[in-house]
């Protein structure tokens, strides 16, 4: 089987890289990157010493470049990881999300690609109050508290619809907070990671009562693995772990596990004046398609700080 990843580059892009190629051996796979990260290409590590990989640098909203690699390529399946505009929270900067993924559909429908998956998050459920007993399914209509995820939630819509219209194999997975090795600095996890390393104040993002349902990568990476084999096309499938933490208390499970004074903590702006959940219910996956998370808490978070203890040089000159 051939997969093309378009935004292959990125942290969850290029885990699902590395693990495909473990689990997958036998696989060719294609990475499409237009590298506008400053990460560029680090993430993709070791997936260069195999034969059957190939980085190509395109940019998905490039419709005609993107028809002209599926016509050489000829994937059985593509896999949409990119993603702009988190960070940089803007209309402009978030709209990419959908104009990308138009483009890459038309691509795909103009080349017949057998299959396409979309990646993309539960944020566009937007959140809860801490402890409201309300679960967040699959037929929850988004509910955006950010431009990254409304251009999220309008970009799973156009997915659906170019399944129906074109008669596409098209599946969607949401997924909740993601962290593990070689994701980019400015995230929660790393930030306090590195921060703690230099012995730094620590960001605790608005009042650190923030609630955060956590999948290590490894986990999402297999979740997309039995989406493409197992998924019904149109479906959505969230991706979550029931690994429930707040803010304050993941930075605190990493100082102690660093050995690491908690003390110096520095509050920065959060998402608004309220706490918020940030969750989804996962049952739909857990029961069709018999996926469970592996990897706990404190597993997943002893091999993402001994990841950034042992790659300084990856992450040093990124801050």
Excluded at 11 to 18: A, E, M, R, T, Y
Excluded at 80 to 91: L, S, Y
Excluded at 220 to 237: K, M, P, S, T, V
């Amino acid at each position: 089987m051939k997969i093309l990843a378009a935004g292959g580059a990125g942290f969850v892009g290029s885990n699902f890289i590395l693990y495909w190629q473990k689990h997958h051996p036998w696989d060719h796979l294609v990475c499409v990157d237009a590298l506008k990260r400053r990460m560029g290409l680090r993430g993709l590590g070791a997936a260069f010493e195999v034969p059957s990989f190939a980085f190509i640098e395109a940019d998905i909203s490039d419709q005609k470049t993107m028809e002209s690699l599926l016509k050489v390529e000829k994937p059985d399946v593509v896999i949409n990881f990119a993603a702009q505009g988190r960070v940089r929270d803007t209309p402009e900067a978030c709209m990419a999300n959908v104009t990308g993924t138009v483009r890459l559909l038309s691509a795909c429908a103009a080349c017949k690609v057998p299959r396409y998956h979309q990646v993309s998050t539960a944020e566009v459920y937007g959140t809860l109050a801490p402890g409201d007993e309300h679960q967040i399914y699959e037929t929850e209509g988004p509910n955006p508290e950010s431009f990254y995820a409304a251009s999220k939630a309008a970009a799973d819509d156009f997915v659906l619809a170019f399944g129906k219209k074109h008669r596409l194999s098209v599946t969607i997975s949401r997924c909740t907070a993601n962290y593990g090795p070689a994701q980019y600095p400015n995230a929660l996890i790393p930030k306090t990671i590195i921060e703690a390393l230099h012995n730094q104040e620590l960001a605790v993002p608005g009042t650190g009562q923030n609630l955060r349902d956590w999948v290590y990568i490894d986990d999402h990476c297999r979740a997309i693995d039995r989406i493409l084999f197992n998924g019904e096309a149109g479906e959505i499938y969230n991706v979550a772990s029931g690994t429930e933490k707040r803010d304050i208390e993941t930075i605190q499970t990493i100082c102690d596990a660093l050995g690491k004074a908690s003390g110096a903590l520095d509050n920065v702006p959060g998402p608004g004046p309220d706490d918020k959940w940030y969750t989804a219910n996962a049952d739909k996956i857990h029961d069709k398609l018999n996926w469970t998370p592996r990897t706990s808490w404190e597993s997943g978070i002893k091999n993402t700080y001994e990841w950034y203890l042992h790659h300084m040089d990856w992450w040093e000159d990124q801050q």
